[in-house]
């Protein structure tokens, strides 16, 4: 799962998962993501956080990656 899967998920379009074991997986439900530990075990842990939680940090990562963008192409 990389920044942009998580800007799916916190724009609204769903559910991403990431990759490895366990099966980890992230979804908006509403205005909340949930954070699911296993998604394979019913008794798994979850995190649930308001979606404007991880915007900031999105938008932080996008915009340094398009700074090192420009400076990596200079």
Do not use: C, K, Y
């Not at 998580?6 to 990431?18: H, I, T, Y």
């Not at 490895?20 to 979850?46: C, I, K, M, N, Y």
Request: hydrophobic content about 35%; overall charge negative.
């Amino acid at each position: 799962m990389d920044w942009r899967d998580w800007s799916e998920v916190v724009d609204g379009s769903g559910q991403a998962s990431f990759g490895h074991g366990p099966d980890a997986f992230a979804e908006r439900l509403g205005d909340t993501v949930r954070l699911t530990v296993d998604a394979e075990q019913s008794d798994s842990p979850v995190i649930e956080l308001s979606v404007t939680e991880p915007r900031h940090p999105l938008d932080g990562a996008e915009h340094d990656l398009t700074n090192f963008s420009g400076l990596a192409s200079d």
